[in-house]
Every structure is written in C-alpha cells, then in structure tokens.
C-alpha cells in the first residue's frame, strides 16, 4: 500500500489525536495520507454532502464507531476500495479493531498478513412519477416507518414484480447480512453470517403476528408502496440520511453492482465480536 485514506468521527479530540499519530506512523513508511475529520449529515434530505477520498486511495482507515464507518462506506460509493476500522471503544462490529493494538495490527497489514472479505450492499432507490429521486448504497439497512410518533403504516411488498404481502405495524426494515445484527436484530430478526448473500425483511412490530422476517436470495428485486394515502413516511438508509415518501412512491432495493471489502487483520473473528457484543453465554 502507498496510499491511505483515514476519516475520523467529528467532535471527538481523542478520534482526531489517534487519526494524526496513525499520520505519521504510515508517513514513516513511505505512505502517503489523506486525512479528514468526518462530516455531518444529520436529518432526513434527498441529499447530502460527501468527503471526495482520491482516486489513488488504495484503502481506508475509519477511526470512531461503526456511526462513523456507515457514513465513510457510503462516500465510497461503488469503488472497490476496501475499508477497515479502529474502535475507540471496545470491538464494534463493523469497526473491529481497538485503539491499544491498532498499530500492531496495522503492521501486520503492511506486512501481507490480512484477508479482504467481501460484503454484501444494497442499492436503495426511490421512484417519483417514473424518475428516480433518491438513490444511495446501503451497507446495514433501509428502513421505511411513520415520521410520527405510536402510528401504524400500510406497506405493500413486491418481489421481482410479484406481490408478496401486505405489512401493517410500526415499519419494514430491508438489511444486508451485515445489518443484520443492528436493527433488525432488535426487531426480532435473524443474525446472518456477513459473507452471505442474501436480502433480509424484518417487519417492526407487525399488527398481524403471522407476518414474519422473510430471507431472500441477493438477486431479487424488492419493492415496497404505501398502501394507506396521505401517510407521513420516511426512508431512512443506515440510520443517516433518507427521505419523506410520498402516497406513489415505490422503494425499489437490489444488491448494489459493487461489494464493500472489508480488511480483516489477523485474530479477528466474527463468532468472537458476536459473543462479545450480544453477551452470549454470560450470567
């Protein structure tokens, strides 16, 4: 590698601290560095800005919380740049390595010691009047509910042009294996191992109990309507930028073309970060 991106979460001192340090360590070894404090896209827009990482970047270095690596794979976009993360905290679980070891394992990357594992996104997509308004890479989840507070919404749900139901309740999500163990977790959905392929709907607190998470294969094409008109609904992609859904919008979701690769240093495992994260097995 001669060329690295770091983006570091914004506000925090101690995110900005380590992001220089790993500056000037990598500069010691002849490789250039692109360093960016993270920027913010809070609210729901149609848009939203965007850190331009250069063409040359053979990799990139997210320093804060798995927050901050969501926002850093979508300025990414569909170049095959792989991706890895220092937590500030403990282990994340897209941002796998701590802050006390990351320069040991950092030079072990250099060294060759390290696998790129490929993950799965999606291409989340809204169509206005046959135009597309809003399109972004999703890399967790789409989630579209109720802008407003203890309301039901009216989902209908096609896939590849074939209806499939009719969702009643608190909303949809539509995640990656990846995204699986964040919300859609928390709404009763399956953990899927994050190199498979597939495309998860979990229902949020579905009014009718027979509606359950469904698991399709990455080909197909998802499509979801509002049933009910005049219903406040928002798209929400990775927990950070969306938009208001009108009566004849459709959400239309496929895997994205391009997936993310992510650097896995050596002595990181997944069945670890879950049994860390999800406390499995402890009193």
Same mark, same amino acid.
């Given at each position: ?10 506000m ?8 220089h ?5 990598f ?25 331009? !990482?250069?063409?040359q =970047?053979?990799? &990139?270095v %997210?320093v ?5 690596f969501?926002?850093?794979? #979508?300025? *990414?976009?569909e ?25 040991s ?9 390290f ?18 308004i ?12 109720k ?25 949809l ?11 859609n977790?928390?709404?009763?959905g399956? !953990?899927?191992f994050? =190199?498979?392929? &597939?495309? %998860?709907?979990?229902p ?7 509606n #359950?998470? *469904? ?11 509002i ?18 859904i ?13 997936p ?6 050596p ?14 097995g402890?009193?």
């Amino acid at each position: 590698m001669r060329y690295i991106a770091i983006i570091y979460k914004r506000m925090r001192p101690e995110a900005a601290r380590l992001s220089h340090q790993l500056k000037e360590w990598f500069q010691k070894r002849d490789i250039e560095v692109f360093i960016r404090e993270n920027i913010d896209n809070s609210g729901i827009s149609c848009t939203y800005d965007k850190i331009d !990482i250069p063409a040359q =970047t053979e990799a &990139v270095v %997210v320093v804060g919380g798995d927050g901050t690596f969501l926002s850093v794979a #979508r300025f *990414i976009e569909e170049r095959p740049i792989p991706i890895i993360g220092v937590n500030l905290g403990g282990l994340g679980f897209l941002t796998e390595i701590n802050a006390e070891s990351c320069f040991s394992e950092f030079e072990k990357i250099l060294a060759g010691n390290f696998e790129i594992e490929q993950r799965m996104a999606l291409r989340v997509s809204v169509k206005r009047e046959g135009k597309v308004i809003f399109s972004h890479r999703v890399l967790n989840d789409a989630v579209i509910n109720k802008g407003a507070l203890a309301r039901i919404v009216d989902l209908h749900a096609s896939i590849n042009d074939h209806f499939l139901t009719h969702f009643r309740g608190d909303g949809l999500i539509i995640c990656t294996p990846t995204g699986s163990t964040a919300y859609n977790i928390s709404a009763g959905g399956p !953990i899927i191992f994050p =190199t498979a392929k &597939v495309i %998860v709907l979990t229902p949020i607190c579905p009014f009718t109990l027979t509606n #359950r998470p *469904i698991v399709f294969p990455a080909e197909v094409t998802v499509m979801v309507e509002i049933a009910e008109p005049g219903a406040d609904v928002t798209l929400t992609c990775d927990g950070q930028v969306g938009c208001p859904i009108s009566d004849f919008d459709q959400v239309v979701v496929t895997a994205a073309s391009t997936p993310l690769g992510f650097i896995r240093a050596p002595g990181i495992n997944h069945f670890e970060i879950l049994r860390s994260k999800l406390k499995w097995g402890q009193q």
